[in-house]
């Protein structure tokens, strides 16, 4: 338990330590720019090119609220759809801009499930099993992206050739350890008094597809909003995307910020009006993460509200 303490204790101090870094480098690159150039970046995006971001935000919600249809289904357990969507809703908004998506976005489950008579070790395994579907879901897309995207688009040196192509190596053993796993593995593995069980085939194969569609639409959002300015294809657009998403979220850094601006604004290939990039980030990041807060905050106000007056009826 005291092992367990300090080690939650280096991650959490190492997500700080990430932010400050990061924070300093994003400071260092918007110094570059004026208030008003990266006013004029976001400003100039065309409105139909926000429509789609706001669609592709839209569908990437639904997404992530199935996570908790797919949970409820490893649990063997069944609710009514608007609790599963709520919860997921207001789960995910709450863990994408706060960090530590097991405390943040695990405490509003708790909150919701066991008032709907789900046990705390149900709760556990939920959570659990929707940290495994986003894992698997990227194993999926960094194979995928390894195939489809140019050589160029990450450099030429070897280092960074090979780098990229030992991340698809162990993608692909990840992916088919979990693959043989659901098929083979029958065993109950015990963690700290929770039994956990390897989902079937079928249940593993809807991981990976819904898990790919949420990765899928977070990046369309940017995509929206970028393509407007930068001429890139899309495959290599996903694969910068999805390298600066998963450090930005195993960073620990509340919403990977700065961490994900950091990455991706490395990666991508060719941009020299960096504050075009930003405003773009900026975009993103107001139509993907503040606006779902928001609603979710309302919506959780407000379902607070009706369930507190309806109990003192």
Same mark, same amino acid.
């Given at each position: 338990?005291?092992?367990?303490?300090?080690?939650?204790?280096?991650?959490?101090? @190492?997500? !700080?330590?990430? +932010?400050? !870094?990061?924070?300093?480098?994003?400071?260092?690159?918007?110094?570059?720019?004026?208030?008003? /150039?990266?006013?004029?970046?976001?400003?100039? #995006?065309? &409105?139909?090119?926000? =429509?789609?971001?706001?669609?592709?935000?839209?569908?990437?919600?639904?997404?992530?609220?199935?996570?908790?249809?797919?949970?409820?289904?490893?649990? *063997?357990?069944?609710?009514?759809?608007?609790?599963?969507?709520?919860?997921?809703?207001?789960?995910?908004?709450?863990?994408?801009?706060?960090? &530590?998506?097991?405390?943040?976005?695990?405490?509003?489950?708790?909150?919701?499930?066991?008032?709907?008579?789900?046990?705390?070790?149900?709760?556990?395994?939920?959570?659990?099993?929707?940290?495994?579907?986003?894992?698997?879901?990227?194993?999926?897309? #960094?194979?995928?992206?390894?195939?489809?995207?140019?050589?160029?688009? +990450?450099?030429?040196? %070897?280092?960074?050739?090979?780098?990229?192509?030992?991340?698809?190596?162990?993608?692909?053993?990840?992916?088919?350890?979990?693959?043989?796993?659901?098929?083979?593995?029958?065993?109950?593995?015990?963690?700290?008094?929770?039994? +956990?069980?390897?989902?079937?085939?079928?249940?593993?194969? /809807?991981?990976? +597809? #819904?898990?790919?569609? %949420?990765?899928?639409?977070?990046?369309?959002?940017?995509?929206?909003?970028?393509?407007?300015?930068?001429?890139?294809?899309?495959?290599?657009?996903?694969?910068?995307?999805?390298?600066? *998403?998963?450090?930005?979220?195993?960073?620990?850094?509340?919403?990977?910020?700065?961490?994900?601006?950091?990455?991706?604004?490395?990666?991508?290939?060719?941009?020299?009006?960096?504050?075009?990039?930003?405003?773009?980030?900026?975009?993103?990041?107001?139509?993907?993460?503040? @606006?779902?807060?928001?609603?979710?905050?309302?919506? @959780?106000?407000? =379902? /607070?509200?009706? &369930?507190?007056?309806?109990?003192?009826?």
């Amino acid at each position: 338990m005291k092992a367990s303490a300090i080690l939650n204790k280096i991650i959490s101090r @190492l997500g !700080i330590f990430f +932010f400050v !870094i990061a924070a300093y480098m994003i400071y260092r690159q918007l110094s570059k720019y004026s208030l008003e /150039e990266l006013k004029e970046a976001i400003l100039s #995006i065309p &409105h139909k090119n926000l =429509y789609c971001a706001l669609a592709a935000s839209f569908l990437g919600y639904v997404a992530l609220s199935t996570y908790d249809f797919l949970a409820l289904k490893y649990i *063997q357990k069944k609710l009514a759809t608007w609790k599963w969507i709520l919860t997921g809703f207001v789960g995910f908004s709450v863990s994408n801009n706060a960090g &530590h998506a097991i405390v943040s976005g695990g405490a509003v489950r708790y909150r919701f499930y066991s008032r709907w008579n789900i046990v705390p070790a149900d709760i556990v395994k939920m959570i659990t099993f929707s940290g495994f579907t986003y894992l698997v879901a990227c194993f999926f897309l #960094i194979i995928l992206g390894y195939f489809l995207t140019p050589e160029h688009a +990450f450099g030429g040196n %070897d280092s960074t050739k090979v780098s990229t192509f030992i991340t698809m190596v162990l993608s692909v053993i990840g992916l088919c350890i979990y693959l043989w796993a659901s098929i083979y593995y029958k065993k109950d593995l015990v963690i700290k008094g929770v039994d +956990f069980q390897m989902p079937n085939l079928k249940l593993a194969l /809807e991981q990976i +597809f #819904i898990g790919s569609l %949420d990765i899928l639409m977070a990046s369309l959002v940017l995509y929206s909003v970028l393509i407007s300015f930068v001429e890139i294809d899309f495959f290599t657009f996903m694969g910068a995307f999805i390298i600066a *998403q998963v450090l930005g979220v195993y960073s620990q850094v509340p919403g990977g910020l700065g961490v994900f601006e950091l990455v991706f604004s490395n990666i991508l290939p060719g941009q020299d009006n960096q504050a075009i990039l930003f405003g773009a980030l900026i975009a993103y990041r107001i139509i993907y993460y503040l @606006l779902p807060l928001i609603l979710s905050g309302i919506v @959780l106000v407000t =379902y /607070e509200y009706v &369930h507190n007056k309806n109990e003192n009826i």
